[in-house]
C-alpha cells in the first residue's frame, strides 16, 4: 500500500493524469467500477476497486473509501491538524487559517468530503507542519467516518444552521451529525453564542476555547465600515485587539476570523494579525463591487438563511441611498422549503426593494412585501433591475448555486456598463 505514496491519485475517468491512481468510487448516480478499464487506457497505472475486474495493474480493497483514509492518514504528517465544520464559513475559515499560519496546509476548494479530503491530501500535502481540513457533511456519520482516521488535534465547530436540511432530514441531525467533529477532536474550539453547543460541550472533558459575539475567550466586541474598510474590535481573553480589514466583511465573517484565532490560540501557534490585512472577498461570495455608481455584492455562489441575514444586515450598516435585492431560493430544504422561504422573505422586507428569479424549486414561497417585480427569465428580470436602479444603490445578488444567479448580475453589468 504504502509504494502508491508519492503517486497522483485520480476518480474522475475524464480527468486522468498520465500515471494517475484511478480509485473507484461508487457514487449516487455513477459506479467507478464502470470507467476502471478506461481509466487504465488513457494511462492510469493503477485502479483501486473493490472486486476482480480481471485487468491488469488492479489492486483490489475491501472498501475504497476506506483505503484512501487509512493511505491518507499515513501521508499526513503534520504536527497539529486542525479540523473545520460548520453550517456556513467552512471555507473562509479555512482561508483565515491559512492566512493566520503562514505556510500551512489547506484542503483545497470543496473537497471536503469521505473522498475530497483524503485524496487532496495524498495529492497536495507537502510536509507541511500545520494542516486544516474542512470536514463536511450531508448526514449523520460523515463526519465520523473521515474524522475517526483523519484526526484532528484541534476542532472547530463554526455554526449550526438548516443548510441541506431536506437531506439531512432534521436538524438533530445537523446538530449530531456536525458534534462527530469534537468527539474527533482533542481540543474543541465551539461557538459560545450557541446555548446548545454550550451544553455539549460542557459535557464532554477536554481543552476548549470558545468564540463568540460579545462572548467567549475571542470575542468580537463591535465592529463599522468605512468606504470599503471593515474596522472591528475583538477581546482575546483580558486583552483588546483592533483590525483593520480591506474590504467588507460581515458578522459571519468576523466571528468566523474570532473562531481562527481561537483555533490558532488553541493549537498553540502565533496569531499572525497582520497576515489578516491582505484578505479580500472573491468573486461570487459577498465580493463587492462598483459598477458606474452602483454597489453591487455579489454573493451568487450560494445561500442559506443565515447568509442571507448577515447580508442584509451589512447592507443596513452601509450608506447608501437605496438597499436592493435580486433572489432566488434556497434549495435542498426538503418539506421545510415553504418555512424557510417564508423566514427569508422577513429577513428581505427590511430592505427597500426586492428582484425575485421564478421558476426554481422554493421561488414561490418567496414573498416579502416589498417585491418590486417577479420574473422567470434571467434577462427580462436583469433588464427590470437596470431599469430601476440608480446612482447610490446597493444591490445584492444572492440564490443557491444551482439556480445561477451569475447569469442575470453578469447581464446587470454589462448594460451599466
Ligand atoms: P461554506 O464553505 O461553509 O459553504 P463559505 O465560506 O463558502 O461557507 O460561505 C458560504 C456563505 O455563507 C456565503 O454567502 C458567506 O457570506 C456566508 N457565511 C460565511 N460565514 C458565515 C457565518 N459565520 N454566518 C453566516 N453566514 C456566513
Redesign the pocket.
Known amino acids: 500500500m504504502k509504494n502508491l505514496l508519492g503517486k497522483k491519485f485520480c476518480y474522475d475517468s475524464r480527468k486522468i493524469e498520465h500515471g494517475c491512481v484511478f480509485v473507484a468510487i461508487k457514487g449516487n448516480k455513477v459506479d467507478g467500477h464502470d470507467f476502471a478499464k478506461e481509466a487504465l487506457k488513457k494511462g492510469a497505472s493503477f485502479v483501486v476497486v473493490e472486486k476482480d475486474m480481471n485487468l491488469s495493474n488492479q489492486i483490489i480493497v475491501d472498501n475504497v473509501i476506506d483505503f484512501l483514509l487509512k493511505l491518507a492518514y499515513v501521508q499526513l504528517k503534520a504536527k497539529k491538524v486542525i479540523g473545520v465544520t460548520?453550517?456556513?464559513?467552512?471555507?473562509?475559515?479555512k482561508e483565515i487559517l491559512n492566512s493566520l499560519l503562514p505556510g500551512s496546509f489547506k484542503t483545497p476548494g470543496?473537497m471536503n468530503t469521505e473522498v475530497g479530503v483524503p485524496i487532496s491530501i495524498l495529492n497536495e500535502y507537502k510536509e507541511q507542519e500545520v494542516a486544516i481540513i474542512?470536514y463536511a457533511m450531508n448526514k449523520r456519520g460523515d463526519i465520523k467516518r473521515i474524522c475517526k482516521v483523519i484526526k484532528p488535534d484541534v476542532g472547530v465547530v463554526?455554526?449550526v444552521?438548516r443548510q441541506h436540511i431536506g437531506v439531512a432530514g432534521n436538524f438533530e441531525n445537523i446538530f449530531y451529525g456536525k458534534m462527530e467533529l469534537f468527539q474527533c477532536s482533542n481540543i474543541l474550539i465551539y461557538n459560545a453564542n450557541d446555548e446548545r453547543m454550550i451544553e455539549y460541550v460542557e459535557t464532554m472533558n477536554k481543552p476548549k476555547v470558545s468564540f463568540g459575539m460579545k462572548k467567549g475567550d475571542v470575542s468580537l466586541l463591535e465592529w463599522s465600515y468605512i468606504d470599503n474598510i471593515t474596522k472591528a474590535k475583538y477581546r482575546i481573553y483580558d486583552e483588546e485587539k483592533k483590525v483593520i480589514l480591506n474590504d467588507i466583511f460581515?458578522?459571519?465573517?468576523l466571528?468566523?476570523i474570532a473562531a481562527a484565532v481561537a483555533a490558532v490560540i488553541g493549537a498553540d501557534q502565533k496569531v499572525c494579525w497582520e497576515c489578516l490585512e491582505k484578505i479580500k472577498n472573491v468573486k461570487g461570495?459577498?465580493h463587492w463591487k462598483n459598477v458606474g455608481g452602483i454597489r453591487i455584492i455579489d454573493?451568487t455562489?450560494?445561500?442559506?438563511l443565515?447568509?442571507f441575514?448577515?447580508?442584509v444586515e451589512t447592507m443596513l450598516k452601509v450608506n447608501a441611498k437605496r438597499r436592493l435585492a435580486v433572489v432566488g431560493p434556497i434549495f435542498e430544504q426538503g418539506k421545510f422549503s415553504k418555512e424557510t422561504h417564508e423566514r427569508l422573505s422577513k429577513i428581505l422586507e427590511k430592505l427597500d426593494g426586492v428582484f425575485i428569479l421564478d421558476g426554481y424549486e422554493g421561488s414561490e414561497y418567496i414573498k416579502p412585501k416589498n417585491i418590486i417585480v417577479r420574473a422567470k427569465n434571467k434577462d427580462k428580470l436583469a433588464e427590470k433591475v437596470v431599469n430601476y436602479l440608480r446612482n447610490g444603490d446597493i444591490v445584492l445578488f444572492?440564490a443557491s448555486r444551482g439556480v445561477m444567479m451569475e447569469e442575470v448580475l453578469y447581464k446587470v453589468e454589462e448594460m451599466l456598463k
Open positions: 460548520g453550517s456556513s464559513g467552512k471555507t473562509f475559515t470543496n474542512e463554526l455554526n444552521g460581515h458578522r459571519g465573517h466571528l468566523n461570495r459577498f454573493d455562489y450560494n445561500a442559506s443565515s447568509a441575514d448577515v447580508a444572492k
